[in-house]
């Protein structure tokens, strides 16, 4: 499951009205995933899309609040 089944299904069931922190918590997983998503890139990945093994550690060391 992700972020965003996880959405869909608390949209349909009415609980972002009641819980609106949960819209919170999911982006910080969707930012925790997309970072470890971008640490497990290979080198040609990262020359295709213009980043540095150093641009990707400086991203990943982040703490997952901070966008």
Known sequence: MNAASV???LHRAGSFEI?????LLLGWWEIARQRRDLAA?????LH???LS???????TSKPFWRR
């Open 48 to 50: 295709d899309i213009g």
């Open 19 to 23: 819980f609106p922190w949960i819209e």
């Open 53 to 59: 093994r150093s641009d990707i550690a400086a991203e």
């Open 7 to 9: 959405r869909r299904l």
């Open 41 to 45: 890139l290979d080198e040609r990945a």
